[in-house]
């Protein structure tokens, strides 16, 4: 009698009393990995390919997280069910914190960091960190080294003032324009931003004041309506906050929590100022803030 085909089964399974129920929910079953054959069970996909060689085959496909057409869906209550991350999220809250880590010279300029290690660090996998670290090197914060990892690139003083000369062409003509055209009404919405400055820099965390800094920064050259001016100065804002080889930290002012205090009050003076309608102590601010990278 002739045998029925992996074709013949999935019909017979589709034709399954459950599985023709709409309304059920299912949850694909855990496959058996690869880590499974090294341990000598012998599991091998349909038709006899081997996933341990890399053939094609449920199980083989499965062992790489793919979906299989052959797999029987099997209904789980809702309150089983677990929510479903997505990577991107994944990818961004690694970038968050590898960003913060960089800001706050956790990791040290010069030194190589792998994918792995810095996903057992923070329990994830190595993909979102890779992929974190991708970004981070477009950015300029870190270097490809071939079959190690990355490299946190070391800056120095030199750099940074080219960074903050570049920064203030470009913030400093924005905003005096702003100056004499913004209503006073408008100013006056970016206070949140600048007392939000004003409580991170007490807390003497660099990578927090960092966060808040740029925001303000993107508050007040956001009245411009230049999107292309955002995302320059973004990137160049994050540039400046980076470490200094040797350890010394970019963040504009200085690092220490008074140098951080003394930053943030610079915002607030130059929203009174603005909302005054001050020009000339506007000007000076302007001058001293924007034109000295802050």
Known sequence: MEQAGPRTRR????????AARPDADYRVPAQPGV???DRGRGLVAEGGADPVRGEAGPVADAARGEHTHSETPIPLPRSQQRPVVQRSSVRGQILDALRAALAGGELTPGEVYSAPALGERFGVSATPVREAMQQLAIEGAVEVVPNRGFRVVRRGARELAELAEVRALLQVPVVMRLARTVP?????ELRP?????????????????????RAFHRGVLGLSGNEQLLQITDDLHRRTQLPLGGGHVGVSGGGGRVELMADAAEHIALLDALMAQDLEAACCLVERHFGAGG
């Not at 019909?11 to 459950?18: G, I, K, L, Y």
């Open 11 to 18: 019909a017979a399974t589709a034709s399954a009393p459950e």
């Open 35 to 37: 880590a499974d054959v």
């Open 184 to 188: 006073a009404d408008r100013w006056g």
């Open 193 to 213: 931003l600048a007392d939000e400055t004003a409580r991170a820099a007490s807390s003497g965390c660099r990578a927090t004041y960092g966060e808040a800094d």
